[in-house]
């Protein structure tokens, strides 16, 4: 709707009598290295909002006399924030895999349980079997969650179908969940999951799912628009580098731009290939090499760590995060929520992983959960800080120090999240 006059004065929402004030303020772009060491964390500052936008960030006092008719939303004394960048998730799956769980836990590799036809492939031949209402259905209640601790953006890829049909069904599933509000919801085409197992026993079958991304899937997505980002899993015996570098140069021929999950259980010099390409972002990371890290460090692609993924798998390992940001890398972080490697929904959480598994201190975890998630998504000038101009993407958490959210680990402290201006989280 067009509005014949700007917006009344008395549209505005002031964000008022917060402890602190955790801005993330500075450059548009992905900070690197000692830059991630500072989240702007202020006192006595508020946030007004008109319409779905950030137009100004100043004293309280400040806000009031410039916006004398605004509504006010009392933050308590609490943690004012940008609201979390989940730049990494699967959400769209049927069932759990609570037996792979098990298994695992007896000592049966994760890419072992996918040899064995489980794994994605598990997952796989369920979404097969279900309507894209259900599909739907189980989504929401997750994006609902990830609201809960505070999330404003998500990115969720496909990549549980494996035909070109489900690709596109799972990605206008993604397209209804973001048309429906109030998240931000950005769609990643996996369909470069895995070789699905109908191809894998075909003796022509690997060069013939390559093929179909490539020639049919890539296209139909670009058609319907349906996906900003391409996303290949670039593993030892998932794709090989050369597939991925064909695949990657495909879907960025139909308008995607790229994101990788590299080196994630073994190094095969993905990373460097997501440098090179100039990929958004390459993600888990955990067996990546001193080159990898060299790579990134010297490019433009953020390198997104899932350490939830490499907790619940059990591997005892995490990506060399110190190492990473001493090198000069812009670090996000994700909760990776999916069925088989990573059945996360609280986002905060993360943020503990990051600090206790990661090693990055609580500052560098929020910069890597807000501004550097954004540029994880080619978002970093329009989420991720409290800033003029910026997306109202807010939250508000039930604590006095934004050191606490990655303290208490598993505490529920976010209070109240608006994404592009609209409450998307209450708590009761
Ligand atoms: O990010 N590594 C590949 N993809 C997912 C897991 C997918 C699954 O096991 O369902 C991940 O860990
Ligand atoms: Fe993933």
Redesign the pocket.
């Given at each position: 709707m067009n509005h014949p006059h700007p917006m009344r004065e008395d549209d505005v929402t002031l964000f008022v009598n917060a402890r602190q004030t955790v801005t993330c303020a500075g450059p548009a772009r992905a900070r690197r290295g000692a830059e991630m060491g500072d989240a702007d964390v202020r006192s006595g500052v508020g946030v007004a909002v008109q319409g779905d936008r950030i137009v100004a960030v100043a004293a309280d006092e400040a806000l009031r006399r410039r916006f004398p008719n605004a509504t006010e939303i009392d933050c308590g004394q609490g943690v004012l924030a940008p609201g979390f960048v989940d730049s990494?998730t699967?959400t769209v799956f049927g069932r759990a895999r609570y037996e792979e769980h098990e298994l695992r836990a007896t000592g049966v590799p994760y890419l072992e349980i996918a040899r064995r036809g489980g794994g994605i492939h598990a997952s796989v031949r369920d979404l097969r079997a279900r309507s894209d209402d259900d599909l739907f259905a189980r989504a929401v209640p997750r994006l609902q969650a990830l609201a809960a601790g505070g999330v404003t953006t998500v990115e969720i890829?496909s990549g549980y179908g494996l035909t070109v049909q489900d690709e596109l069904r799972t990605l206008r599933v993604i397209a209804r969940l973001a048309s429906i509000g109030p998240l931000n919801v950005v769609a990643t085409c996996l369909g470069a999951h895995e070789v699905p197992l109908e191809y894998r026993d075909r003796p022509d079958g690997r060069a013939a799912w390559l093929d179909c991304l490539s020639d049919e899937l890539y296209p139909a997505v670009a058609v319907e628009q349906l996906a900003r980002f391409a996303d290949v899993f670039c593993e030892p015996g998932v794709f090989t580098v050369p597939e991925t570098r064909r695949l990657l140069e495909s879907a960025r021929r139909h308008g995607m731009a790229l994101k990788l999950?590299a080196d994630e259980l073994h190094d095969g010099g993905a990373a460097v290939l997501a440098a090179d390409m100039g990929a958004t972002s390459a993600?888990?990371l955990a067996a990546i090499s001193p080159e990898g890290v060299a790579a990134l460090a010297a490019s433009s692609t953020v390198a997104t760590l899932?350490p939830a993924?490499m907790l619940f798998l059990g591997t005892g390992r995490q990506a060399p995060a110190r190492a990473m940001i001493e090198s000069g890398c812009a670090i996000a972080v994700a909760t990776?929520l999916?069925p088989g490697?990573?059945p996360l929904q609280s986002f905060p959480l993360v943020l503990t992983l990051a600090v206790s598994q990661l090693r990055l201190s609580a500052a560098e975890a929020w910069i890597a959960g807000t501004v550097n998630g954004a540029a994880a998504l080619g978002l970093a000038g329009v989420t991720g800080q409290l800033r003029e101009g910026f997306r109202a993407d807010i939250a508000v958490h039930a604590t006095d120090d934004f050191r606490a959210l990655p303290y208490w680990f598993g505490e529920r402290l976010c209070q109240v999240a608006w994404a592009g201006g609209r409450a998307c989280h209450t708590s009761a």
């Open positions: 990494h699967h890829k999950h993600d888990h899932l993924t990776d999916n490697t990573s």
